[in-house]
């Protein structure tokens, strides 16, 4: 008669095992099964539904030791790393070490797994078990469900099969058994081309079991996927690499690079939060999920908002985005309803910028509680957000060379304090206009205020450079600048001509001596000495007659500016009468002024000055009387600077009155 053995229940079979470390050798084996799957774990025995299979064992590790040795391993040791996320933190049981232990050889199935991992809490240590999800018979490949989406040998896996099996057929000298059961316990086991020594980064060896030396010799098609960074041989990217190359580090998602990116969950939300009698579930999502895993996760989502929400991608997007814990400091619910907005780059922006999340989290706590004001709080960030990029738009084509004026202008003169938005300038201007009581208020536009400001510093003879940097602060492209707001060449020529032309009818000639109209500048704060100061420092008449030039001889005719003016005011020019004596046009009672001796030099410098300008001058005249103009030409010829000097300022004056 039978004896009837009561079943154990699975948890505490669990837990014996995982306490004890321990498997269950007897009901369990290890066989190679070929080069693309390389070693699995096998049945012996019967499993039934729920039973206890086998502990995925290894050495239990935190996240931050994890990440150390995932930096260090070699990308074959780092697959048998397994993250998982227990009271509230990453933890990972590293299996790289080849210890004979079988939980670490069971291999992947995602469509029809016939075990299920789940997390088993033995001696307040947790341990990751697998467990029968269907009656498993003896012979039969344990697996089950890495979870992802992603494995590479997930893809054409029949393919691969197909090839890898043909290539080994056709080459009879490799040293690897045909995919047979042959059973193998461990390493020792297995002959010297079945194991080989893989190399951690940092040099240390560690033994695993894998695929063959000859593998790789022995198919061209594996070789070609072995790059630098990839020494492990890959299943299932021979093909993708072929077609190309460069996103071939991209597809290559090993067990390591997909479960790095689960360190990244913070929240459990992916694992059933419904644990069974016989453990908590562990179902190893990544962060790459699909728009079909996410739509089926919402509906589950524990973390699932209270209110209605917006259906569709954004909702997904929500999802996905909220499955990276929130950055330090930055409370889960606001993440949450930072997470529920639309996910574009004014999202972005308002994740990136420290500022705004600040200013969001207050506002949460101020209103969040509300569920009704999630919402006006989603678009305060976003006015945040657009505004932050427009700054940044600014900022981009001030790093151009473009706007950098309008950039401070708007950011630091017309900043508003404790507020993300500024005040409008023309809004200032408009306001102040008005305020200061100006007549025409409205004249007094920003673009005039430019214009006048632009002007002015031209007088002042900036150069190429300073102008620029005028220009810059004032919001101008210098093109525009040059172009509408400098004053014709001319004016300048005309300002200095006029100094010197002052500087000459005072005596003061000897200053400018040996200078060009370059060294010559214009202030409009100087001060015009007048006529009637130079008449102290004349010398006397008697000096006169010294003074070595064709001047003298018309000099006396000269007449004094008020004069000149009023005289170029009246119709066609008097050309100035013919040289008298000083003394004759002296007022009577006058103190003789004594008049300084013009150097040679001085005179060489009137000359040379006076020439080029007069030669070149394009200075309007008042009247285009042949007369005059043959009367102008006579002076030139002449010299006579007394007649040349009236015609100019009938010029100057002709220019003044159009401008
Ligand atoms: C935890 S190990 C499993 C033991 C492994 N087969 C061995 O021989 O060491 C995971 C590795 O096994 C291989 N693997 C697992 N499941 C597979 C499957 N369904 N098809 C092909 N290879 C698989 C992959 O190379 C994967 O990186």
Same mark, same amino acid.
């Given at each position: 008669m039978a004896v009837l053995r009561r079943r154990k229940p699975p948890l505490t079979d669990a837990i014996e095992h995982a306490s004890e470390a321990v498997d269950k050798t007897a009901k369990l084996e290890v066989m190679y099964i070929n080069s693309f799957k390389g070693r699995g774990v096998f049945a012996t025995s019967h499993f039934q539904k729920g039973d206890f299979v086998v502990e995925y064992r290894g050495e239990l590790i935190h996240s931050e030791e994890s990440q150390r040795r995932r930096r260090i391993y070699h990308v074959s040791c780092a697959v048998f790393m397994f993250d998982f996320y227990w009271q509230e933190r990453t933890w990972c049981v590293d299996a790289a070490q080849e210890d004979s232990s079988l939980g670490r050889l069971v291999n992947d199935d995602h469509k029809h797994p016939n075990c299920k991992m789940k997390k088993v809490v033995a001696e307040n240590k947790p341990h990751l078990c697998l467990f029968a999800l269907r009656d498993i018979n003896p012979g039969e490949e344990i697996t089950y469900d890495y979870g992802g989406t992603d494995w590479p040998w997930r893809k054409q896996v029949g393919e691969q099969a197909t090839a890898?099996?043909?290539?080994?057929?056709?080459?009879?000298?490799?040293?690897?058994?045909?995919?047979?059961?042959?059973?193998?316990?461990?390493?020792? @086991?297995?002959?010297?081309?079945?194991?080989?020594?893989?190399?951690?980064?940092?040099?240390?060896?560690?033994?695993?079991?894998?695929?063959?030396?000859?593998?790789?010799?022995?198919?061209?098609?594996?070789?070609?996927?072995?790059?630098?960074?990839?020494?492990?041989?890959?299943?299932?990217?021979?093909?993708?690499?072929?077609?190309?190359?460069?996103?071939?580090?991209?597809?290559?998602?090993?067990?390591?690079?997909?479960?790095?990116?689960?360190?990244?969950?913070?929240?459990?939300?992916? *694992?059933?939060?419904?644990?069974?009698?016989?453990?908590?579930?562990?179902?190893?999502?990544?962060?790459? *999920?699909?728009? =079909?895993?996410?739509?089926?996760?919402?509906?589950?989502?524990? *973390?699932?908002?209270?209110?209605?929400?917006?259906?569709?991608?954004?909702?997904?997007?929500?999802?996905?985005? *909220?499955?990276?814990?929130?950055?330090?400091?930055?409370?889960?619910?606001?993440?949450?309803?930072?997470?529920?907005?639309?996910?574009?780059?004014?999202?972005?922006?308002?994740?990136?910028?420290?500022?705004?999340?600040?200013?969001?989290?207050?506002?949460? @706590?101020?209103?969040?509680?509300?569920?009704? =004001?999630?919402?006006?709080?989603?678009?305060?960030?976003?006015?945040?957000?657009?505004?932050?990029?427009?700054?940044k738009h600014w900022i981009c084509s001030s790093a151009h060379g473009r706007n950098v004026g309008f950039l401070r202008r708007t950011f630091t003169c017309f900043a508003r304090p404790s507020a993300f938005t500024c005040y409008r300038s023309s809004d200032c201007l408009r306001y102040f206009a008005k305020a200061c009581g100006a007549k025409n208020p409205e004249s007094l536009t920003s673009t005039k205020l430019r214009k006048q400001t632009g002007t002015l510093f031209q007088v002042l003879n900036l150069t190429n450079t300073e102008l620029d940097l005028l220009a810059d602060s004032l919001g101008h492209d210098i093109r525009v600048h040059r172009q509408f707001y400098r004053l014709p060449e001319g004016t300048l020529q005309l300002a200095k001509i006029s100094k010197l032309l002052m500087a000459l009818e005072q005596g003061r000639l000897a200053e400018f001596q040996g200078k060009t109209l370059d060294d010559i500048s214009i202030d409009p704060e100087e001060n015009v000495r007048m006529d009637s100061d130079n008449e102290t420092v004349c010398e006397s008449d008697s000096q006169e007659g010294q003074v070595t030039s064709t001047q003298m001889e018309n000099e006396t005719t000269m007449t004094d500016g008020s004069n000149t003016d009023e005289a170029s005011q009246q119709g066609p020019m008097t050309p100035p009468p013919a040289a008298q004596p000083q003394t004759q046009r002296r007022q009577k009672g006058r103190q003789p002024f004594k008049k300084k001796l013009w150097e040679k030099t001085a005179i060489q410098a009137v000359e040379k000055h006076m020439m080029t300008f007069i030669n070149t001058c394009r200075v309007p005249r008042k009247s285009d009387c042949d007369k005059c103009l043959e009367m102008e030409g006579e002076a030139l010829k002449q010299r006579n600077w007394l007649a040349i000097k009236f015609y100019i300022k009938n010029r100057i004056t002709a220019l003044k009155s159009k401008m």
């Open positions: 890898i099996e043909s290539s080994e057929a056709e080459i009879p000298s490799t040293s690897e058994p045909a995919p047979q059961r042959s059973s193998i316990s461990d390493t020792q @086991h297995l002959g010297e081309t079945e194991s080989y020594l893989l190399k951690k980064k940092d040099g240390m060896m560690v033994s695993l079991v894998n695929y063959t030396d000859s593998d790789e010799s022995q198919s061209p098609s594996r070789i070609a996927i072995h790059d630098d960074s990839s020494q492990a041989w890959n299943p299932g990217t021979d093909i993708e690499l072929k077609e190309d190359k460069d996103i071939f580090p991209r597809l290559r998602r090993t067990k390591s690079i997909q479960m790095t990116s689960q360190i990244e969950f913070d929240s459990d939300e992916l *694992f059933d939060p419904s644990s069974a009698d016989i453990g908590e579930e562990y179902i190893p999502k990544t962060r790459l *999920f699909n728009k =079909k895993l996410l739509w089926r996760h919402m509906k589950i989502c524990k *973390f699932k908002p209270d209110v209605p929400q917006k259906p569709g991608k954004t909702r997904v997007q929500a999802l996905s985005a *909220f499955a990276v814990p929130p950055p330090p400091g930055v409370k889960i619910e606001f993440w949450k309803l930072l997470n529920n907005m639309v996910q574009d780059d004014v999202y972005i922006a308002v994740k990136s910028d420290v500022c705004i999340m600040e200013y969001g989290e207050h506002l949460y @706590h101020r209103l969040g509680y509300d569920v009704g =004001k999630h919402e006006y709080i989603r678009q305060k960030l976003r006015e945040l957000g657009r505004l932050l990029q427009c700054s």
